[in-house]
């Protein structure tokens, strides 16, 4: 949640205050040279060739949405984590760190791992078995084109809302610590995304990403580690902190026992079932911006192994944005306070103005470019696909030979980066966009869950019901949070508090209106359910529209015991508990 992993979020912050990317210091404008920007230069052109490298592979539609289901699980894993690695999530989630401590590592061990192990080992069968080119036409499969459509229609604008997001946060960063205009950097930054999507489709996208992921970790692991030993190392840092801050900074569950104040204004029941279960289960299981991925994949194993290879990085890149926001803490007294003269978002650009030397500095921008970069291409990649396949093949132009198609989704693309650039200035009126952000997903992401997962696991859910629990969802989601909470009706501590409530509301609103259309209305007939409903049997396909498919046998290599989609799956949620440990208790 982009993390819940949930992208990150410091939604907890009140809309007044200045930890946003809105507010970088000015004083934070780096010392770069011809040598910082010459790597930059040789990063895009590597960008762009790979675009019309992957061009040449693009004939048909599912070559330009799919990759031709072709790619390897490695190279879809690490696609999938740098998806969602965008650069919101390095500043966000540092800023988080230097504001409220251990408490970050909540977004990946539980907000994430749980989810994306779920996603690996029971949802995916469903979608790859199923042959559909996205989430929304799962849907249709298994409700009808009410729900179909009512999904599709809400994720494309969420995807574009998001891309948004991504746009305007390298803008300001970009413009703090080099000095480019606003527009410069957003007009840039979408002129590459849409030449090397518009060449490649999802392969240039995808291959991209991978490349993305590795210049991400070579700005990341530098700026760590410096920072780590700048601070006198673990027990420097953490002796600092304790003293400035308290234990429980340190700490992942101190201060969330129920009725504690704490300044997440959250405790560990919402924790869990907020961020832990609905938040992170409604994203990672129904963002098609990262299913796309998995669904690119070359074979069902691969698709499974998809998120379960890009579970284990993600477990650890935790460290390398929780460890630079508790260096800016320990390092600047009362960093974030106005006496210290940064904001809590300055963490990142803090350790790279200070201990940076220029070369690794170039390295440093390009990596924080990169990541921005990744998070828009991933949504605008979901978008032309979810678009030109969902509504207009389906509802507007029908029947028409595969190359119209093509070119279709490569005009839609430019219509959606150039749309993704309007909705840039629109988040530009947030004061806090990791806010607004995490506010996207309570209103998107949770309703979709819900009713995925009421509709593969009940029979009985009738085909009306996918529609009237998807809009009963959002509604709900959206009234808790605009009505309830903003109007001061319900008193909640927090936005990050206020989100937790408005995804419960959200997923219990759509679970309930699920089953009591389900009561009155006819289910769908059984025969039309296999290979779509836990514990149902895949039917043969047939041409035409996407239909239940085939139990494939693994492919050669796959049987080996290293690939075995559970034994990665648990390995990485035992992984993450055992994280946990030295975290919950004080150090």
Same mark, same amino acid.
């Given at each position: 949640?982009?993390?819940?992993? !949930? ?7 009140? /809309?007044?205050? /200045? ?14 040279? #011809? ?16 675009? $019309? ?10 070559? +330009? +949405? ?34 409220? =401590? ?8 539980? %907000? ?30 298994? +409700? ?6 009512? @999904? ?100 992942? #569950?101190? =201060? ?8 997440? =204004?959250?405790? #560990? ?26 669904? @690119? ?35 600047? *007294? ?74 279709? %989704?490569?005009? !839609? ?29 309570? $209103? ?55 989100? +937790? ?29 296999? %290979? ?32 075995? *989609? ?17 975290? @919950?208790?004080?150090?």
């Amino acid at each position: 949640m982009q993390t819940p992993t !949930i992208s990150p979020t410091l939604s907890s912050i009140s /809309p007044t205050s /200045p930890a946003s990317p809105t507010y970088l210091a000015a004083e934070l404008r780096l010392p770069t040279n #011809w040598l910082d920007y010459t790597l930059l230069g040789i990063y895009f052109v590597v960008v762009l060739g790979i675009g $019309f490298a992957a061009r040449r592979s693009v004939q048909t539609t599912l070559d +330009f +949405f799919l990759s031709g289901r072709s790619l390897p699980a490695w190279v879809t894993g690490l696609a999938f984590i740098s998806a969602n690695l965008a650069a919101t999530e390095i500043l966000g989630m540092a800023a988080n760190s230097a504001q409220y =401590g251990a408490y970050t590592v909540h977004w990946y061990w539980i %907000g994430a791992i749980p989810a994306m192990v779920f996603l690996g080992l029971v949802m995916m069968p469903f979608y790859y078995g199923s042959k559909v080119r996205s989430v929304p036409e799962f849907l249709l499969l298994r +409700f009808d084109k009410w729900a179909h459509l009512l @999904s599709s229609i809400l994720f494309g604008f969420a995807a574009i809302l998001i891309a948004g997001v991504n746009l305007y946060a390298l803008a300001i960063v970009v413009e703090a610590l080099l000095g480019w205009p606003q527009w410069v950097a957003i007009v840039v930054a979408g002129f590459f995304v849409l030449a090397y999507i518009t060449l490649g489709g999802l392969s240039s996208a995808i291959y991209n990403e991978v490349l993305q992921f590795f210049v991400i970790l070579a700005a990341l692991i530098p700026i760590t580690v410096l920072a780590l030993k700048k601070a006198g190392g673990w027990d420097g840092l953490t002796d600092k902190l304790t003293e400035a801050h308290g234990d429980n900074f340190v700490t992942a #569950w101190g =201060g969330t026992g129920i009725g504690e104040a704490n300044p997440l =204004g959250a405790n #560990w029941l919402t924790i869990v079932l907020g961020l832990g279960f609905v938040l992170s289960f409604g994203y990672w299981t129904t963002n098609f911006a990262e299913v796309q991925r998995a669904l @690119s994949a070359k074979n069902l194993s691969a698709a499974q192994r998809t998120p379960l290879i890009a579970a284990f990085p993600k477990i650890f890149i935790v460290f390398l944005v929780m460890i630079p926001g508790l260096a800016a803490a320990a390092l600047v *007294p009362g960093f974030g306070t106005q006496e210290s003269g940064y904001q809590y978002n300055d963490a990142i650009p803090y350790l790279m103005e200070g201990l940076l030397p220029n070369g690794v500095l170039g390295i440093a921008v390009t990596g924080l470019l990169a990541a921005f970069m990744a998070g828009m291409a991933a949504n605008v990649s979901s978008f032309n696909t979810v678009f030109t396949t969902d509504i207009w093949a389906k509802y507007v132009v029908k029947d028409r030979e595969d190359s119209y198609y093509v070119r279709f %989704g490569r005009l !839609i693309t430019a219509i959606g980066v150039m749309a993704s650039i309007g909705t840039a200035f629109l988040a530009s009126s947030f004061s806090n966009i990791m806010s607004y952000l995490q506010t996207l997903f309570s $209103f998107f992401n949770v309703p979709m869950f819900v009713v995925f997962i009421v509709g593969m696991f009940w029979k009985r859910a009738s085909m009306r019901s996918g529609f009237w629990g998807l809009l009963a969802g959002t509604t709900a989601a959206m009234v808790n949070y605009f009505v309830l909470y903003k109007q001061d009706v319900i008193s909640i501590p927090s936005d990050q508090g206020a989100n +937790f409530v408005s995804a419960i509301a959200g997923f219990v609103a759509g679970a309930v209106v699920m089953v009591a259309v389900s009561l009155f209305t006819a289910p769908k007939p059984a025969e039309e359910l296999q %290979g779509l409903v836990y514990g149902t049997l895949p039917q043969t396909s047939s041409g035409g529209t996407p239909t239940p498919g085939t139990a494939e046998p693994p492919a050669p290599g796959d049987e080996a015991w290293y690939r075995k *989609p559970a034994l990665l799956g648990w390995g990485a949620v035992v992984l993450a508990a055992a994280c946990y440990i030295p975290f @919950s208790f004080s150090l």
